[in-house]
């Protein structure tokens, strides 16, 4: 199914507020679209601002996520970082597997990268498997 990139990024959210509830969290929303953060979490007394990505697998089986966003004006492309200490959590929703990954973003620089699957090549050292972020830091 082919989605426009608002209801992507709105069925995302969609399914980050359902992973969370099921997590035991209360959603609350903020009442603008200019927020830093997409929803706050709110468990055992403790608030987290949660960010959340669409992002669909590359070719090799990885989720790609770059802390930076990319928009065009009269100038060309401009690309924004994100502020890091505005967001507590990342969630990245991944249509294939149909499920919510969460990380600190200030535990990596600019990016990060989750494999899916196993690399072909079977190397185990430095590689971030996505099913060892599935619960909320």
């Known amino acids: 199914m082919k989605h426009h990139t608002k209801s992507k990024g709105d069925l995302g959210v969609l399914k980050a507020q359902v992973d969370l509830y099921e997590k035991g969290y209360m959603i609350l929303l903020p009442h603008t679209e200019h927020a830093p953060f997409d929803l706050v979490g709110y468990k ?30 009269s100038q060309g492309v401009m690309t924004k970082f994100i502020d890091k200490c505005e967001i507590d959590i ?34 185990m050292l430095n590689v971030k498997f996505a099913k060892n972020y599935r619960e909320v830091p």
């Open 44 to 73: 055992d007394q403790v608030f987290k601002r949660v960010q959340v990505k669409y992002r669909n697998l590359n070719k090799k089986g990885i989720l790609e996520v770059r802390f930076s966003s990319s928009y065009s004006t």
């Open 90 to 123: 990342y969630c990245v929703y991944c249509p294939q597997t149909d499920e919510c990954y969460y990380f600190n973003p200030k535990s990596f620089h600019k990016s990060i990268s989750l494999r899916v699957d196993t690399p072909k090549n079977n190397q």
